[in-house]
């Protein structure tokens, strides 16, 4: 009995459809339903928490990584990558005040902020980011430079538009995170 299941699995997994698994180096040439996979672990060396202190703020990224995560319709394609999910605590340092706190959103929590990475940099094991504000409100990307496994910063310069300000004038969706050409965080 024991050798006919053993039969029976290892041929349907034989028979089973297999994901495409592309290295995350080159994933520009992802096939439907294909997988993104950090087979070399770069992104292992941005998991954790992190802190930078600017204009009197304390700003905490907890960054985790998930593996097969859902990309939906990029490029008209549906297909799963390995990908950083930062969520990010806000504080005031005088006062210890919360600003603002997307550690208990979901991961993909409609309508609120959202970061993710999106892929590498023009060197590995540089990061690209997508930031989506608050009714989308500055959405742009996030270029991050891995300094050393301790230190690391982002370029972030968040466009909002005229149309956007009209738009919700009088709503909290301003952009808190640290903005600049060299924002530096280290390691907790």
Avoid at 64 to 88: G, M, N, W
Avoid at 93 to 122: A, P
Avoid at 158 to 166: C, N, S, Y
């Amino acid at each position: 009995m024991r050798l006919f299941l053993f039969f029976t699995l290892t041929l349907l997994s034989a028979c089973a459809p297999k994901r495409m698994v592309v290295s995350m180096e080159d994933y520009q040439g992802v096939p439907e339903n294909g997988y993104v996979k950090d087979v070399n672990n770069h992104l292992d060396k941005y998991v954790g928490k992190w802190i930078n202190e600017q204009n009197g703020n304390l700003t905490e990224l907890h960054i985790k990584k998930k593996t097969l995560k859902i990309y939906e319709k990029y490029q008209k394609k549906t297909f799963f990558i390995d990908a950083l999910v930062v969520k990010h605590k806000i504080s005031r340092i005088s006062d210890g005040k919360i600003i603002e706190n997307t550690l208990s959103l979901k991961d993909d929590t409609v309508g609120e902020i959202s970061l993710k990475s999106m892929g590498f940099g023009l060197q590995i094991p540089d990061l690209i980011f997508f930031y989506i504000g608050k009714c989308g409100v500055g959405s742009t990307t996030i270029r991050t430079k891995l300094v050393n496994r301790n230190l690391f910063y982002w370029q972030f310069n968040p466009l909002i538009t005229d149309a956007q300000r009209k738009q919700f004038q009088g709503k909290d969706v301003e952009v808190r995170l640290p903005v600049g050409n060299k924002v530096m965080f280290r390691r907790k």
